[in-house]
């Protein structure tokens, strides 16, 4: 995906990143058969009993989406012949870059994505709203993410 097809999700993933604050929120953009993207807000429980041994982390700080959530809706789109395309999270109060932890979880502690093809988008929520989001994308020549911003305001 690129910025430009996130464009039209923005409004509802920014409404969901400032309603979660000062939390981090997470979510799924996923593709349908024809292409086309919606996003599906997931529970954080980090900090949680059940995210316990998964996490260290608050929500303040990180992200663990709620099991039964996430399986149902990545059972719903390879129902429906689509597909994960993107991992949204916020963080809020540090600026959206791609931290260390969310490499590591990106790459499952080894030198690939875990999920291959798919991307990730950071928010950072601020106290005042969302002020910047950037879609990383993993690039198989760098070895590394790459990043592009994507505009919050229409
Ligand atoms: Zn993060």
């Known amino acids: 995906m ?3 097809d996130l464009q039209p ?3 509802s993933m920014v409404a969901h ?3 979660t604050y000062p939390a981090e929120c997470c979510g799924l953009v996923l593709a349908d ?3 086309t993207a919606r996003f599906v807000p997931i529970p954080n429980i980090a900090g949680t009993p059940a995210a316990a041994g998964n996490s260290e982390r608050t929500g303040r700080d990180g992200y663990v989406m709620e099991p039964q959530a996430l399986l149902g809706a990545l059972e719903e789109v390879e129902r429906s012949g689509g597909r994960l395309a993107v ?3 916020s963080h809020p109060d540090v600026g959206a870059y791609f931290s260390k932890e969310d490499r590591d979880i990106a790459l499952g502690g080894g030198g690939e994505p875990l999920w291959p093809g798919v991307q990730y988008l950071v ?3 601020r106290p005042a709203g969302i002020d910047a989001a950037r879609l990383f994308t993993w690039d198989a020549r760098e070895q590394d993410f790459a990043e592009e911003e994507v505009p919050v305001l229409p």
């Open 17 to 19: 990143a400032r309603s």
């Open 9 to 11: 999700l923005m409004p």
């Open 2 to 4: 690129t910025p430009r």
């Open 33 to 35: 058969a024809a292409g």
């Open 87 to 89: 991992i949204v999270h």
């Open 123 to 125: 928010i950072s929520s």
